[in-house]
């Protein structure tokens, strides 16, 4: 069974612990958080053996970000990359449940939770989160470091920018867009091409001024 370090003392990284534990798909070594109070901690069985550059350190185990916001993973992935660890070295963890059939692609360091579906022609990018029973329809495109929150559903031919962050039940439209590091509320229906940075909320979804959405802003998890 191959070596896991955990990134990040979150929530996320609780879920993922629980997920490849019950599945058998890593051997969960520890985590490692640049909180300095939580040195020497243990949750839910799993050490905390340092900070977030430590990671260099342990060369024989595999790497997983568990940062529930895209734009939160994607610097520490930057961060990492500075120090000489290379894409190869992020697992990637879907739990048994997820079924995707042959023709769909899960990037590295992406995390796909319980009853994630995706039907056909399915491509999600490097470290992309999808808590549980999201959606992907078919030839749905998902960049790298997008964030789909539970229950959130795509319908046929939607592309998903990068670092984005789709809310709890949103729906998206088939053949729409969300556009980089845009913003979806929770039970938003999207029905046409959210532009990049914005934040749209409501059914039918529609911009919204962020400073005024403070549910807009992706949770740390």
């Known amino acids: 069974m191959s070596e896991l ?4 003392v979150s929530g996320l990284a609780r879920e993922v612990l629980a997920m490849v534990r019950s599945s058998g798909q890593y051997d969960v070594v ?10 020497g901690v243990t949750v839910d069985g799993a050490p905390v053996l340092g900070s977030i550059d430590d990671a260099a ?15 939160a993973r994607e610097a520490v992935v930057d961060r990492l990359t500075s120090l000489g660890i290379h894409e190869s070295r992020y697992a990637t963890a879907v739990d048994p ?4 059939p042959e023709g769909c692609r899960i990037g590295r360091g992406s995390i796909l939770l319980r009853n994630v ?3 056909a022609a399915v491509t999600l990018g490097s470290h992309v989160v999808a808590m549980p ?24 031919g939607v592309r998903v920018g990068k670092a984005a962050y789709l809310g709890m039940n ?42 005024l959405f403070a549910f807009g802003k992706e949770p740390s998890r």
């Open 117 to 119: 579906t995706l039907t």
């Open 57 to 71: 350190n342990y060369t024989h185990a595999f790497l997983l970000v568990c940062l529930a916001s895209g734009k």
């Open 97 to 100: 449940s997820v079924q995707y």
């Open 133 to 156: 029973s999201v959606t992907f329809t078919h030839d749905d495109d998902v960049a790298d470091f997008a964030t789909f929150g539970a229950g959130v559903s795509l319908g046929g």
């Open 30 to 39: 520890g985590l490692l958080d640049d909180d300095k109070e939580m040195a």
């Open 170 to 211: 949103s729906s998206v439209r088939d053949r729409t867009s969300v556009g980089d590091y845009a913003t979806v509320g929770m039970g938003a229906a999207v029905l046409s091409n959210v532009p990049a940075g914005e934040t749209w909320v409501g059914v039918p979804a529609h911009e919204i001024d962020q400073h």
């Open 5 to 8: 370090i955990l990134i990040s």
